[in-house]
């Protein structure tokens, strides 16, 4: 495997609906969809929520090795809550994803050896996976690419200082940044500006601070930042084609699987940083995390290949 996901594969409740996703999983989904072996390493509940999760890993094509099922603890599930508001999201405790062991997870990596590991925040919230994650960090040399991904309720400070310790390229947006900078760099400007060379110099510092090779800062409809340990700095503005929003939701999942996408395939930063920024804008124009249809990707694929 290339790239190898730990975390969370959940079912997001809506009711009257059930939808597959969980960060690391929608990463996940596209990034086999495009033809990078994947490695997903999650566990699910014996339930039909299970199910549903196995029946993505089967239409991604994806190998079910790094797959657990759990006969105690039920698939991960996220409760929906509508509103003329916009949604609410119930993250519950004790679900499968927080119990995933760590001999099972490190046999799944025997044979070749990935040259990315992915991980989160939000799997990290149990003692169980968490050290089933430290096992895995110890057992390769891989790139980590940490999505922090941080979810209210769902993480501590402590926590996230540990993820630090552990990255090679940290990849947050706007918020996520915000909080870093009052953990980490008080002196940092309030307001997160892209072209705001204090913000750049606070980033700079916390990759010091971290030992980072990278800092990734996703900034919605205006595009992503890169800064990397050398002081290089890619901006890369918003879209060149307009996107009907529909809704953001799986964006920064879609922007990291084309990153990592262009990272094994040893694309130009530049072009990675342009084509990861395009087709997270372009998911923002479909319902859900991950395309319904697969054929979605071919024209991306025909794209980059020209």
């Given at each position: 495997?290339?790239?190898?996901?730990?975390?969370?594969?959940?079912?997001?409740?809506?009711?009257?609906?059930?939808?597959?996703?969980?960060?690391?999983?929608?990463?996940?989904?596209?990034?086999?969809?495009?033809?990078?072996?994947?490695?997903?390493?999650?566990?699910?509940?014996?339930?039909?929520?299970?199910?549903?999760?196995?029946?993505?890993?089967?239409?991604?094509?994806?190998?079910?090795?790094?797959?657990?099922?759990?006969?105690?603890?039920?698939?991960?599930?996220?409760?929906?809550?509508?509103?003329?508001?916009?949604?609410?999201?119930?993250?519950?405790?004790?679900?499968?994803?927080?119990?995933?062991?760590?001999?099972?997870?490190?046999?799944?990596?025997?044979?070749?050896?990935?040259?990315?590991?992915?991980?989160?925040?939000?799997?990290?919230?149990?003692?169980?996976?968490?050290?089933?994650?430290?096992?895995?960090?110890?057992?390769?040399?891989?790139?980590?690419?940490?999505?922090?991904?941080?979810?209210?309720?769902?993480?501590?400070?402590?926590?996230?200082?540990?993820?630090?310790?552990?990255?090679?390229?940290?990849?947050?947006?706007?918020?996520?940044?915000?909080?870093?900078?009052?953990?980490?760099?008080?002196?940092?400007?309030?307001?997160?500006?892209?072209?705001?060379?204090?913000?750049?110099?606070?980033?700079?510092?916390?990759?010091?601070?971290?030992?980072?090779?990278?800092?990734?800062?996703?900034l919605g409809p205006r595009g992503a930042m890169y800064i990397d340990a050398d002081g290089?700095?890619?901006?890369?503005?918003?879209?060149?084609?307009?996107?009907?929003l529909v809704d953001t939701v799986g964006a920064g999942d879609a922007f990291s699987a084309?990153?990592?996408?262009?990272?094994?395939?040893?694309?130009?930063?530049?072009?990675?940083?342009?084509?990861?920024?395009?087709?997270?804008?372009?998911?923002?124009?479909?319902?859900?995390?991950?395309?319904?249809?697969?054929?979605?990707?071919?024209?991306?694929?025909?794209?980059?290949?020209?």
């Open positions: 495997m290339d790239v190898v996901m730990f975390g969370e594969a959940l079912v997001d409740d809506f009711g009257d609906e059930q939808v597959v996703g969980g960060a690391p999983f929608n990463a996940a989904r596209n990034l086999a969809a495009l033809g990078t072996p994947t490695l997903m390493i999650t566990r699910i509940g014996e339930d039909e929520n299970g199910g549903r999760v196995r029946t993505e890993f089967e239409r991604y094509g994806m190998p079910q090795s790094g797959l657990q099922v759990d006969s105690q603890w039920p698939t991960g599930r996220v409760v929906v809550e509508r509103s003329m508001r916009g949604h609410r999201f119930h993250i519950l405790p004790e679900q499968a994803y927080d119990h995933i062991a760590s001999a099972p997870a490190v046999a799944a990596l025997a044979g070749a050896p990935p040259r990315v590991l992915y991980f989160g925040t939000l799997a990290q919230r149990d003692l169980r996976s968490r050290s089933a994650l430290l096992d895995l960090l110890a057992a390769t040399a891989a790139t980590r690419y940490l999505d922090l991904n941080l979810r209210e309720g769902q993480y501590t400070e402590r926590s996230v200082f540990e993820s630090l310790r552990h990255a090679d390229i940290l990849k947050v947006n706007e918020e996520e940044l915000a909080a870093l900078f009052a953990w980490y760099a008080p002196d940092a400007p309030p307001v997160v500006r892209a072209d705001d060379t204090r913000v750049q110099q606070a980033c700079s510092g916390l990759i010091t601070q971290f030992s980072l090779r990278a800092l990734i800062v996703t290089r700095v890619i901006r890369e503005h918003g879209n060149e084609e307009p996107y009907k084309v990153f990592l996408h262009g990272h094994v395939q040893g694309w130009e930063l530049a072009l990675t940083m342009a084509r990861a920024n395009a087709f997270a804008g372009a998911v923002c124009g479909l319902s859900g995390a991950v395309p319904p249809d697969l054929s979605f990707y071919e024209q991306w694929l025909q794209r980059w290949q020209a």
